[in-house]
Nanobody, 127 residues
């Protein structure tokens, strides 16, 4: 079992930056692929970014490429999402998720492949 707790959300203006953090506990963090997803009101949960166990691979949805950066610190059991140049359409509840994987470089964008989820943190971007 892995417990995930997100933090760092808030209300910001368009163009501002935020850094989300997700602290993990319970199992060996470095055994898990980590992802960030988001869900806006009335919409399905969508993939945002993922980082492999070893940090060798990262992947982003097109709408955040060049603006968001995912990273992880396995010594601190934490994954981060640095969000720059925020837009109103980035407004959503952001969730981190974990998937156990043997491969150090594997990436997944499918939410149904992630077994563990945090409770989410609200990000609101005003225009």
């Amino acid at each position: 079992q892995v417990q995930l707790v997100e933090s760092g959300g808030g209300l910001v203006q368009a163009g501002d930056s935020l850094r989300l953090s997700c602290a993990a506990s319970g199992r060996t963090f470095s055994n898990y692929l980590m992802g960030w997803f988001r869900q806006a009101p009335g919409k399905e949960r969508e993939f945002v970014a993922a980082i492999s166990r070893s940090s060798s691979n990262t992947y982003y949805t097109d709408s955040v490429k060049g603006r968001f950066t995912i990273s992880r610190d396995n010594a601190k059991n934490t994954v981060y999402l640095e969000m720059n140049s925020l837009k109103p359409e980035d407004t959503a509840v952001y969730y981190c998720a974990a998937k156990s994987t043997i491969s150090g470089s594997f990436i997944s964008t499918r939410p149904d492949e992630y077994a563990y989820w945090g409770q989410g943190t609200q990000v609101t971007v005003s225009s």
